[in-house]
């Protein structure tokens, strides 16, 4: 099995800043794209940042220069460095991972349980 388990959440003020991290574990044979979503109440999942293997970029222009996203291959690891956050920013964020598996070499899609970020003063 493959898990993703998210951490760095938690409250902060306008203004402020969050890391947020997320580990890959299970029995992996390649991670390819990564990236991280979030859900507000009542509206749907959207794309935050993603990377792909070669470490290539997207950010969706609500975050573009605000948000960081980065990866450690070794490590198994995908980082969202998140500043100048703003109260519309609060969400359960969570962490994807495009996995090959190495037992049946199938690649699928594998999501974090979430972690709530709450910007407010």
């Known amino acids: 099995q493959v898990q993703l388990v998210e951490s760095g959440g938690g409250l902060v003020q306008p203004g402020g800043s969050l890391r947020l991290s997320c580990a890959a574990s299970?029995?992996?044979?390649?991670?390819?794209?990564m990236g991280w979503y979030r859900q507000a109440p009542e509206k749907e999942r959207e794309l935050v940042a993603a990377?792909?293997?070669?470490?290539?970029?997207n950010y969706p222009d609500s975050v573009k220069g605000r948000f960081t996203i980065s990866r450690d291959n070794a490590k198994k690891k995908v980082y969202l460095q998140m500043n100048s956050l703003k109260a519309e920013d609060t969400a359960v964020y969570y962490c994807?991972?495009?996995?090959?598996?190495?037992?049946?070499?199938?690649?699928?899609?594998?999501w974090g349980q979430g972690t709530q970020v709450t910007v407010s003063s």
């Open positions: 990377i792909t293997s070669r470490e290539y970029t």
């Open positions: 994807h991972a495009r996995i090959t598996t190495r037992e049946d070499i199938l690649t699928n899609d594998y």
């Open positions: 299970g029995s992996i044979f390649s991670i390819h794209d």
